[in-house]
């Protein structure tokens, strides 16, 4: 059946949730917005004035492509070149969905979505769900089609994958520029004394290049390794030069929630740094330089006011 202006006119009211929905479960925008697309396709064709709650019907159907989406990505990531990571988003994206809560805020921080890859897709669907946009477990377990004991079951597991002993930092936008300007005049000095004292002892370092930039696959580990790692990554370079097309500029940011560090060749985001920041210093630096997961980043990138850089590298 066609949908009239008015279903349209619903359906787009919804957009926003559907998209915050499906980047917490793929942690990929490009997937998210393909599969609230394909949920419109459904909700065009279905008999619309059948459905008793609109919302309730859009986030099972968008639910359930999600869960196939991430059934099929495990085959996918089999064969991914390298490490993969989540597609970062800076602040202001809607797409980041609820922040009202500390635990809304760090379901999406980017350490946490790297976690979440730990997760069945069944577990993934729970936790976002309750966690990030607080629906009671009798709806999750008609979302998903199971009993509310095992959605409960089911979150119980998930938060056991995705905890860990760090005591993670909320920081806001002044602490996070402090931070990065912080971690460039060390990873910028040419000495890895000033870097290893801004780390935890057993902090990491790890890049998504797709295959297509280069990243390290496997994660530097421990603060020593991952200063020197991070000496040679800001030291300029013919080959770097080369790689990049040209000389970045790199600002001071924030990507889900956490600091960032964002190098920009003329006007496209070439990558983006997430530092994940404990009660004892920066614990991980994940790096997506991966162009495919960098698309909605550049355009959000082009369309704000993100200052001057706080240097020209490499």
Not at 215 to 230: I, M, N, T, W
Not at 232 to 237: A, S
């Amino acid at each position: 059946m066609s949908s009239t202006a008015q279903d349209v006119d619903r359906f787009e009211a919804s957009r926003p949730r559907l998209e915050a929905i499906a980047y917490r479960m793929l942690g990929s925008a490009g997937e998210a917005e393909d599969a609230v697309q394909e949920t419109f396709l459904r909700w065009h064709a279905a008999d619309i004035d059948r459905i008793e709650v609109p919302e309730a019907w859009l986030t099972k159907v968008l639910t359930n492509l999600c869960l196939n989406q991430l059934t099929s990505a495990r085959a996918r990531r089999e064969t991914y070149v390298g490490q993969w990571l989540p597609e970062p988003l800076l602040a202001g994206d809607p797409m980041l969905g609820p922040a009202d809560t500390a635990e809304q805020r760090e379901s999406v921080s980017y350490a946490v979505l790297t976690l979440m890859e730990r997760l069945s897709p069944g577990e993934r669907a729970v936790y976002v769900l309750r966690t990030a946009f607080d629906y009671p477990h009798r709806e999750i377990a008609e979302i998903l089609g199971i009993s509310e004991a095992a959605s409960q079951q089911l979150l119980h597991r998930a938060k056991e994958h995705v905890a860990d002993d760090r005591a993670r930092v909320e920081i806001d936008e002044t602490a996070a520029r402090r931070i990065v300007e912080e971690f460039l005049a060390a990873a910028t000095s040419g000495r890895t004394e000033s870097l290893v004292r801004l780390l935890t002892e057993d902090s990491t370092a790890i890049g998504d290049g797709g295959g297509k930039v280069p990243a390290r696959a496997r994660a530097y580990e421990g603060a020593v390794a991952v200063a020197k790692f991070l000496r040679g990554l800001f030291k300029p370079g013919k080959a770097k030069h080369a790689i990049l097309g040209g000389t970045a500029e790199v600002y001071a940011s924030t990507a889900n929630g956490d600091p960032a560090v964002v190098a920009v060749v003329d006007g496209r985001v070439f990558g983006v740094m997430c530092l994940e920041v404990t009660a004892e210093g920066i614990a991980a630096a994940r790096s997506q330089v991966n162009p495919d997961k960098l698309e909605r980043t550049t355009a959000h990138w082009a369309a704000s006011d993100h200052g001057e850089p706080l240097i020209h590298a490499f």
